[in-house]
C-alpha cells in the first residue's frame, strides 16, 4: 500500500502551531510493510483548494484552527485511501485585513497574512467573542476592514462562510440583504433587529445562499466544513472526515441545544413584562388577553411589539418556551414524559408530542436518550 503523503505539507499551519501529526497517526493504524512502499506520485498534480480564515483581534481560536485541521486530515484521509486519485487538497491559511499578526480572545497568536482574492477559493470568518448581543453591535461595527475584505471577496466569486457570531460580522457588509441566513440561537433578537432584511433560519445548523455560507452557533463550523470538504472533494470524503473526527455529519437544526430562556427577556419593557409572568404561568393555561393586561397594552399592541422585538407572536413564544421547560424536564429529571407534559403546560398527549418534535426534529424519547444526564434512571414509564 503506497505510503500516506505528510498533510502538514499539504497545508499551512498557522505559525508558532504545530501542524497536527494525522498521517503519522493513520501510518500506524495500517500494514506496518506500508512504510517500504515506494513514493506515491507528487500531490501537486492534485487540484488545490485554497481557503483562508480571516483572524482580527477577540476572535474565537477554536473556529479559526479546527477548521484548518479538518481539512488536514481531509487531505490524509483521501491520499491514504486513493494515492492516486485526483480529489482535490486542501490548503489553508490565516489572514487577517492589513496582513499584521492577531490575537485571539484568549491571547493565542497567529501570524497574520495578506489576503489575495485571485489566490483564494473560500474564505471563513470565525466566531467572535462578546458578552452580550450589544457588545457583538460594537464589535462588528468596528470592524470596517474586515467588511469591506468580505464584500472585496464576494464580488470576485469567492465563497465566503460565516461562523456562529461571526455572522453579525457578515450581515453587517449587507452582503446577506434578501438572502436566507442562520447565526447563534441566542443571537436570534438582536440579529432580527439590527439586520432586518436578512431572511433569517435561526433553527437551521447550516445555510446556503449562492456563495455566501453560514453555520449556527459555537462547533456548527466543523459542519459547515465538512459541507465545504463535500462540495469539493466529495460525500466519500466528507463522510470519512466525520467519522475520524467523532462528528455527527446528519446535524441539520439547532432547535434541540437551544436554550432560549436563558436568553429570552427583551430590551422593549411591554415584552419584557409580558415574557416575565408568561414565564411564572407557563403552567396554566394563558390567554393573550390576560398577557396584555399584565403588560399593560392592547392584545393588538402587544402582539405587534412582541413581533418587532422576538420576530414571533405571543403565542409562538409560549409554546416555544413550554417546550423549553420539556426539554429540561427530559434530559435533568427522570419524570414520565406524561409527567413532563403536564409540567410545561400540555394536557394532551397526541398534540404534545407533535409540538415537541416540530420544535426539536425529535420525539420526547428520543430528545431524553440523546441529552439525559447520565446516571439519572431511565425513563420506564412514558416513551
Avoid at 408530542?353 to 420506564?380: A, C, M, N, S
Wanted: charged share 25%.
Amino acid at each position: 500500500m503506497p505510503k500516506a503523503a505528510n498533510p502538514s505539507k499539504a497545508s499551512k499551519s498557522p505559525p508558532g502551531v504545530p501542524a497536527a501529526p494525522v498521517s503519522r497517526i493513520l501510518s500506524a493504524s495500517r500494514d506496518p510493510d506500508a512504510r517500504r512502499a515506494p513514493a506515491v506520485s507528487p500531490a501537486a498534480a492534485r487540484p488545490e483548494v485554497r481557503v483562508a480564515v480571516l483572524a482580527f483581534e477577540g476572535c474565537m481560536g477554536s473556529s479559526v484552527l479546527a477548521p484548518m485541521e479538518l481539512f488536514d486530515v481531509a487531505n490524509a484521509l483521501s491520499e491514504m485511501i486513493a494515492p492516486d486519485a485526483q480529489a482535490p487538497r486542501f490548503s489553508s491559511r490565516v489572514v487577517s485585513a492589513d496582513g499584521r499578526g492577531v490575537t485571539t480572545r484568549l491571547g493565542v497568536r497567529f501570524a497574520g497574512g495578506s489576503a489575495d482574492p485571485a489566490g483564494t477559493d473560500a474564505l471563513l470568518v470565525p466566531g467572535i467573542w462578546h458578552a452580550t448581543a450589544r457588545d457583538l453591535g460594537s464589535t462588528v461595527r468596528g470592524l470596517a476592514a474586515q467588511s469591506e475584505m468580505l464584500r472585496e471577496h464576494h464580488q470576485a466569486g469567492v465563497l465566503v462562510g460565516a461562523i456562529c457570531s461571526g455572522t453579525a460580522l457578515l450581515a453587517e457588509t449587507g452582503l446577506l440583504d434578501g438572502r436566507e441566513a442562520t447565526t447563534s440561537w441566542w443571537l436570534g433578537e438582536m440579529f432580527r433587529r439590527r439586520y432586518p432584511r436578512v431572511r433569517l433560519a435561526l433553527d437551521k445548523m447550516l445555510t446556503f445562499d449562492g456563495k455566501l455560507w453560514c453555520a449556527g452557533a459555537a462547533t456548527a463550523h466543523l459542519s459547515l466544513c465538512l459541507k465545504l470538504i463535500e462540495h469539493h472533494a466529495g460525500a466519500e470524503i466528507a463522510a470519512l472526515v466525520a467519522r475520524w473526527m467523532l462528528i455527527d455529519p446528519n446535524r441539520d437544526s439547532q432547535a434541540p441545544y437551544a436554550m432560549i430562556d436563558l436568553f429570552s427577556t427583551s430590551s422593549d419593557p411591554v415584552v419584557s413584562k409580558a415574557q416575565s409572568w408568561i414565564k411564572a404561568h407557563l403552567q396554566q393555561s394563558i390567554e393573550l388577553a390576560d398577557v396584555a393586561a399584565e403588560a399593560a397594552v392592547s392584545t393588538r399592541t402587544l402582539i405587534r411589539r412582541f413581533r418587532e422585538a422576538t420576530g414571533q407572536t405571543p403565542l409562538s413564544y409560549i409554546q416555544r418556551l413550554r417546550i423549553e421547560r420539556a426539554k429540561g424536564l427530559l434530559s435533568t429529571t427522570p419524570l414520565a414524559v406524561e409527567r413532563v407534559m403536564d409540567k410545561s403546560g400540555y394536557s394532551d398527549m397526541s398534540g404534545f408530542r407533535k409540538l415537541f418534535r416540530d420544535h426539536t426534529g425529535l420525539t420526547p424519547h428520543e430528545y431524553r436518550e440523546r441529552f439525559r444526564v447520565r446516571g439519572l434512571p431511565r425513563d420506564r414509564a412514558g416513551k
